[in-house]
């Protein structure tokens, strides 16, 4: 109940395409769902997140679609550059444990090809 | 506004040395995260700490590591008398509250020999 799961495991695009990684969750607890983007050798950055009581949210290339029923979330990364290509992490958070530690999917290796 | 600093970056222990693990959180952050990543892996959650308090280690190994962060200076990992499968990445991320933006630092790549 407490994994989040995360397809596909790796991804390439061509510049100017559309991504999109996707992730499924079980325990309907979670409240928060960020996205991480880490290079290699970093630590990994906040990227966007979404909390359940809205189903998108945008903040420029970068959207997450959010389906509460489903118990899935997505991001889309328009317009692709290889400057995206890296390693992107969906995440939940768990707020009645009042810890926020973030159950993490397995990753998905972006690679945009000019 | 420094982010979250670790040190040291890279850290080679033999089997069976102790091997720490320092983390600076953010300024005006008082909770600490620390996660695991195996290579090829996602992250793991670890343990989370909060100024003198262990809040939740549900994610820590029950021997040979340990945590702590003091009042003064940064949050300490500690893993006693390493193993081959030690070998990870260790990542530290600090946030202003619970259910706050965790801000990650760049990790620190234990290798065990």
């Known amino acids: 109940q407490q994994q989040v799961k995360q397809s596909p495991q790796s991804l390439i695009v061509q510049k100017g395409g559309i991504s999109i990684i996707n992730c499924a969750y079980e325990?309907?607890?979670?409240?928060?769902f960020p996205w991480y983007q880490q290079f290699p050798g970093k630590g990994p950055a906040l990227l966007i997140a979404?909390?359940?009581?809205?189903s998108e949210k945008k903040e420029g290339r970068f959207t997450i679609s959010f389906n509460k029923s489903a118990k899935q979330f997505s991001l889309h990364i328009m317009d692709s550059q290889p400057g995206d290509s890296a390693t992107y992490f969906c995440?939940?958070?768990?707020?009645?444990?009042?810890?926020?530690?973030?159950?993490f999917g397995q990753g998905t290796t972006l690679q945009v090809k000019p | 506004n420094a982010g979250v600093m670790q040190n040291p970056r890279h850290l080679v222990r033999r089997r069976g040395q102790e091997a720490r693990l320092r983390c600076s959180p953010m300024?005006?952050?008082?909770?600490v995260y620390w996660y695991r990543q195996l290579p090829e892996e996602g992250l793991k959650f670890m343990v989370y700490?909060?100024?003198?308090?262990?809040?939740?280690e549900s994610g820590m190994p029950k021997e040979r590591f340990s945590a702590e962060f003091p009042k003064e200076g940064p949050s300490i990992l500690r893993i006693q008398q390493v193993v081959r499968g030690d070998s990870a990445a260790y990542f530290c991320?600090?946030?202003?509250?619970?259910?706050?933006?965790?801000?990650f630092g760049p990790g620190t790549r234990l290798l065990v020999l």
């Open positions: 300024k005006g952050h008082s909770h």
């Open positions: 325990n309907t607890a979670f409240d928060y």
């Open positions: 991320a600090s946030s202003p509250g619970v259910v706050e933006t965790q801000y």
């Open positions: 995440a939940a958070t768990l707020g009645s444990s009042n810890t926020g530690k973030l159950i």
């Open positions: 979404i909390r359940p009581d809205v």
């Open positions: 700490l909060q100024k003198e308090n262990i809040i939740d």
